[in-house]
């Protein structure tokens, strides 16, 4: 049974590999259904990794799944570039409120 196919059945806890799954590995899911199961929400925990994503159900319109992050899944090649500004680091920045040194030509215009 795929992750998809139990969307609008009962609240439960389900072992499911690869169909409608976040990614094509094993997942323990958790699917919580509402009353008349036409909304609910769902979460799935990898069995090989900390990854752990959530969707929603919207009348039978599953969400797309969304990663959470903790700091088991966080770091380098993880996607989450919390330290990066437009993927640059701080130490490319120019600051204003301490000395600085500019090591390439730099062009300031006021327009």
Do not use: E
């Amino acid at each position: 049974m795929g992750f998809a196919s139990i969307t609008n059945q009962k609240s439960g806890f389900y072992d499911v590999h690869n169909s409608g799954t976040p990614t094509a590995t094993w997942y323990s899911l958790v699917n919580m259904a509402h009353y008349g199961s036409n909304h609910g929400h769902q979460i799935a925990g990898s069995f090989y990794s900390h990854d752990l994503y959530h969707r929603y159900n919207n009348n039978t319109s599953l969400s797309a799944w969304s990663k959470i992050w903790s700091s088991l899944c966080d770091g380098a090649g993880s996607g989450l570039d919390a330290d990066l500004l437009d993927g640059l680091q701080g130490s490319q920045f120019v600051r204003s409120d301490v000395s600085d040194t500019v090591t390439n030509h730099t062009t300031w215009s006021d327009n």
